[in-house]
């Protein structure tokens, strides 16, 4: 059975989402989707390590559209991991396991993984939203599109815009 | 520079050590090395499920000799990783965080990995105490030794007494 490593904000919890109504509630106006396209969550929203940093950021992030329909058909015929970069907020680490077992309940602990650099991560497939992970996957790697690598040339990954995307390349 | 991926319960936190003062304090009475060796952990202490979900159990482990002193010399000769398997223990993960700042400061968050199984890791050297864990590494495997593995056949693991041993083996 193939291993697929499936990442969280960006692809699973809809962190753009939260930023975009923190920035709202911060600076009362709105950003648009083209102000931010291209940049890095941090240079896009001034506050964003504010916030990511703040209690119930992660906890209360929308899920991404049809990933609960579409993670489940893979767990029934893959080994799915979840596999968030997380260390770096450590308020984090609780928000994720509550949220994963309230938005993905077949999802069980030993699928979850939490770390720092994915570069120890071993799986035939990635699903990420950032290069940095998906460099060092051996395996076959999909870039999902966010904002902030939407103008990049995305090389030898392959972009998916959407779940449902990726329900057709892999199921 | 080669990986290595260093379990924390039974290598670097003492968990036998927190087990025998548990049962002291729920029973009045203390059990020997003798009593608990070849069984496991759950076995050997009745009470052990109860304690490792208490708050407070991984957070004020002790640290196992001479661990810190050598995981910072390989910190600077490979690249380590703590691999915990903390997932079981939704409390333990802030704790783990908490206990890795306070005894391995060097140790940054990128190289923490809190997981549930660890088929997902990948790496070059491991060092745990449990089968299950060193079973599904493809590279050098080193069976740290606790009383629930000590009487079982090491099969293809190199079982270590003690962190002056790996020194001597690894650096």
Sequence with gaps: MKTIAIDMDGVMADVYAQL???HHADFGTSLTLEEVTGKEESIAFPNCRKHVFSE?????????????????????????YIVSAAMEFPQSLVEKQAWLNE?????QWQQMVFCGSKKIIKCDIMIDDHFRNLDD???RTFLYSQPHNKLADCGRHHRVESWKEIEKLLL
Tied chains: 1, 2.
């Excluded at 938005?103 to 999802?107: E, K, S, T, V």
Aim: contains cysteine; proline residues 6%.
């Design 103 to 107: 938005h993905f309940p077949f999802i």
């Design 137 to 139: 996957c051996d395996g």
């Design 56 to 80: 119930g950021f992660f906890r209360h992030a929308p899920v991404i559209a049809d990933s609960q329909e579409v993670v489940k058909k893979l767990n029934n015929r893959y080994q799915v």
């Design 20 to 22: 975009f109504k923190n």
